[in-house]
């Protein structure tokens, strides 16, 4: 062979070696900015689900406004309000023939489950008909609220009285 022939060949090989490693270095390059990209990838779609979880919550909190805001007039605000409750009853029973004394008013609750409420002990005297109707008005109050005993007793001279304990619910949650 000649010099020339071994010049070239020394040469292509060199050639070919620059080459090999810049292709090499080339498919590291591409592995690593691949995984660079897959972590971006999926931080991206971990921050697109973050996002439409945010859309959605904001969303549901506007449209359930309206319904909040009904279930919040079955409730007291607050313990202290009981006042807004004992006003209603107290002008209901007038307009239904008894005479209503309000004997106790006390908060209470539950600690296990969280629970709030007051406990109202009303005593109200009247004819038979109209004290079974302001029980069942009672009853039906539009608050959260259960009867929890009733004690009806026949009077001389035709009359009655009752005697109910109550308790009415108060909206209470904790952030």
């Given at each position: 062979?000649?010099?020339?022939?071994?010049?070239?060949?020394?040469?292509?090989?060199?050639?070919?070696?620059?080459?090999?490693?810049?292709?090499?270095?080339?498919?590291?390059?591409?592995?690593?900015?691949?995984?660079?990209?897959?972590?971006?990838?999926?931080?991206?779609?971990?921050?697109?689900?973050?996002?439409?979880?945010?859309?959605?919550?904001?969303?549901?909190?506007?449209?359930?406004a309206i319904e909040r805001e009904e279930i919040k007039?079955?409730?007291?605000?607050?313990?202290?309000?009981?006042?807004?409750?004992?006003?209603?009853?107290?002008?209901?029973?007038?307009?239904?023939?008894v005479v209503l004394k309000t004997d106790s008013l006390e908060e209470g609750g539950n600690?296990?489950?969280?629970?709030?409420?007051?406990?109202?002990?009303?005593?109200?005297?009247?004819?038979?008909?109209?004290?079974?109707?302001?029980?069942?008005?009672?009853?039906?109050?539009?608050?959260?609220?259960?009867?929890?005993?009733?004690?009806?007793?026949?009077?001389?001279?035709?009359?009655?009285?009752?005697?109910?304990?109550?308790?009415?619910?108060?909206?209470?949650?904790?952030?």
């Open positions: 062979m000649s010099r020339i022939t071994i010049r070239n060949f020394i040469l292509s090989l060199i050639l070919l070696l620059v080459v090999f490693g810049i292709v090499g270095y080339l498919y590291l390059m591409i592995g690593t900015k691949e995984k660079q990209l897959a972590e971006q990838l999926v931080a991206i779609k971990t921050q697109n689900d973050r996002e439409q979880t945010s859309f959605r919550l904001e969303k549901i909190a506007k449209e359930s007039k079955y409730f007291l605000p607050q313990a202290g309000e009981s006042i807004t409750f004992l006003t209603q009853v107290e002008s209901l029973a007038p307009e239904n023939g600690k296990e489950t969280n629970e709030k409420w007051v406990t109202a002990t009303f005593t109200f005297s009247g004819t038979r008909s109209s004290v079974e109707r302001f029980i069942t008005i009672l009853e039906n109050l539009p608050y959260l609220s259960q009867i929890n005993s009733v004690q009806l007793i026949g009077k001389d001279g035709g009359g009655w009285e009752a005697k109910v304990t109550m308790q009415v619910a108060v909206l209470h949650y904790e952030i």
